[in-house]
């Protein structure tokens, strides 16, 4: 193994040593073997430390605790400019490699000439409630998807982070102003800067799906959603949503909040809102709630929406 090994395996860890002991076993028993491990840490106990000495002798790890919290995704961003490697493997602390030649499946996959990989991905369900989900790609969403990154907005088929395999000169860092949709925004700026990716159809990944994550805590909440999609068409702009699927992932997003009017925007972002987004509020607040509830009935005023607003998109 040289210095700079050919993979950095990046964990921001926070707390849950239990998730991740199991992420370090899975590590432990990867075939390749070119990889360094390292854990930024943002919890206010010792506790990731203990764990992570117990591993120093069954690979190269290097432990780094932040002295001030700095909170999702900084402690990504913290964690990736510690790496030394080539490529990048940002693993969360809760999910962990599915088999052992995760990994080598992966670097198998660098000679292609494209900087940015990715995998297909397990769901685990950390309450058992629901049974294991495998998410993979269909060919059309493929297409796609390079075609047009923003439809990672409608439906972000990619996966967290956990799935994502990146060469460091993709030098693109996550958004610390955002945390429902900063990987989503971190991939569309991605795509847009390399133009190509590769995608493998295998679930390399298991991902544990809980209720203490970030994410799940800011499903439908206004405070979260509405300046974070503010940032999101500061960034990219309205264009996109000229597709269909992306006007109706905002119609959608607006209906589950019950955003109605250009009031109701402005009270949580005290901003000018496009034209086009304020008349969507304004098309949902003139629909009868039992509708605009309904699934079919939703998607058909949806419809004749876009269709009406199509013009002030520019």
């Known amino acids: 193994m040289t210095n700079k090994p050919l993979v950095s395996i990046c964990i921001p860890a926070y707390k849950r040593v239990e998730f991740l002991k199991r992420l370090l076993e899975s590590i432990s028993i990867q075939s390749f073997k070119d990889f360094e491990v390292i854990i930024t840490d943002d919890s206010p106990t010792n506790e990731v430390y203990e764990l992570s000495q117990a591993y120093k002798d069954k690979f190269t790890l290097f432990y780094f605790k932040n002295a001030v919290a700095v909170g999702t995704p900084e402690n990504w961003n913290e964690a990736i400019r510690h790496a030394k490697g080539e490529w990048i493997k940002i693993m969360h602390d809760d999910d962990w490699f599915s088999s052992p030649e995760s990994l080598e499946i992966f670097v198998e996959h660098i000679h292609n000439g494209c900087k940015l990989i990715f995998s297909g991905y397990t769901r685990i369900y950390e309450t058992k409630t629901k049974p294991a989900e495998k998410m993979v790609w269909s060919s059309s969403y493929k297409k796609a998807i390079a075609k047009n990154p923003e439809i990672l907005f409608a439906n972000n088929l990619i996966g967290p982070p956990s799935v994502t395999f990146i060469h460091r000169s993709a030098s693109e860092t996550y958004d610390k102003k955002l945390k429902w949709r900063v990987d989503i925004d971190f991939y569309i700026r991605v795509l847009k800067q390399e133009g190509k990716y590769i995608y ?18 800011s499903i439908n909440d206004p405070k979260v959603e509405l300046p974070e999609g503010w940032i999101f068409l500061k960034k990219h702009g309205i264009k996109p949503l000229r597709n269909i699927w992306i006007y109706d992932a905002w119609w959608r997003l607006f209906r589950n909040m019950n955003i109605k009017t250009e009031k109701q925007l402005v009270s949580y972002v005290n901003e000018n809102w496009p034209m086009v987004i304020v008349k969507m509020t304004k098309d949902i607040g003139r629909i009868p709630a039992v509708l605009v509830r309904g699934g079919i009935t939703s998607k058909i005023f949806m419809g004749l929406s876009y269709l009406k607003n199509l013009s002030a998109i520019d």
């Open 200 to 217: 493998i159809n295998k679930s390399l990944i298991n991902v544990g799906m809980s209720e203490t994550q970030v994410t799940q805590a």
